[in-house]
């Protein structure tokens, strides 16, 4: 079953533009992941942040998370054309040799040059 | 590009085959995690394998099987094919301790 939602499902902006993705959980995380697949490929590890922790920065990445709301932003400012794949929220349940990650449904962002 | 590789890239198998795929885990990485994404949606947790066993499973049904290898390398196995079992298999693995998981570039599976 899909642990996170994410919002929008699909996003349209212009080079340059900020995109901001959200997500949303039901059930208390370890940490809170951010995932982009670029055309139905492989997923590469973008940002993760610990339920600890409220914001997150990489780059042009900003990632922030608010547990009491169950929820989570990716913000990626300046975008390019090549930003466009889907982006997809993950939780992660516990930790060590017992431990797995739910994916949400994904955003897909499309920017236009 | 990570360092876990998949084998075959594309896969076409009639409903009620079998198929065997494969997986090279991050040199380092000593768990292996599967996982199977449906088109347009996120990719749902199969299980995962640490020291050569079973160590956490997803809602699969036992036909969905899986092994690791010493070398930390794995296969997935999936009996009697069923059309919904056509997706995207993605392998990701981690070394123990580690949160973020590192992916395969996945094997397409149609089932006909």
Redesign the interface.
Same mark, same amino acid.
């Given at each position: 079953s899909q642990q996170g939602e994410e919002d929008p499902q699909a996003l349209s902006i212009q080079e340059g533009e900020n995109a901001t993705m959200n997500c949303s959980y039901k059930t208390s995380i370890n940490n809170l992941q951010w995932y982009r697949q670029n055309s139905g490929r492989g997923l590469v590890h973008l940002i993760l942040i610990r339920s600890n922790e409220r914001e997150k920065h990489s780059g042009r990445l900003r990632v922030t998370l608010d547990t009491s709301k169950k929820s989570s932003s990716l913000l990626i400012t300046a975008s390019r054309a090549a930003d466009t794949a889907s982006y997809f929220c993950a939780t992660g349940s516990r930790g060590g040799s017992n431990y797995k990650l739910t994916f949400g449904k994904g955003t897909l962002l499309t920017v236009n040059p | 590009e990570?360092g876990?590789t998949q084998s075959p890239t594309h896969l076409i198998k009639t409903r009620g085959q079998q198929v065997t795929l494969r997986c090279s885990s991050q040199s380092g990485h000593n768990?292996v995690?599967w =996982?199977q994404q449906a088109l347009?949606?996120?990719?749902?947790?199969i299980f995962?394998y =640490?020291?050569e066993e079973e160590?956490?499973r997803?809602?699969f049904p036992p036909r969905f099987s899986g092994l690791q290898f010493p070398n930390y390398s794995s296969e997935l196995n999936v009996n009697a094919l069923e059309l919904d079992d056509s997706a *995207?298999y *993605?392998c990701?693995s981690r070394s *123990?301790?580690g *949160?973020?998981? =590192?992916?395969?570039?996945?094997t397409?599976l149609t089932v006909t």
């Open positions: - | 990570t876990v768990t995690s =996982y347009g949606q996120g990719p749902q947790f995962q =640490y020291r160590n956490g997803g809602n *995207l *993605l990701a *123990l301790g *949160l973020e998981q =590192y992916f395969g570039p996945g397409r």
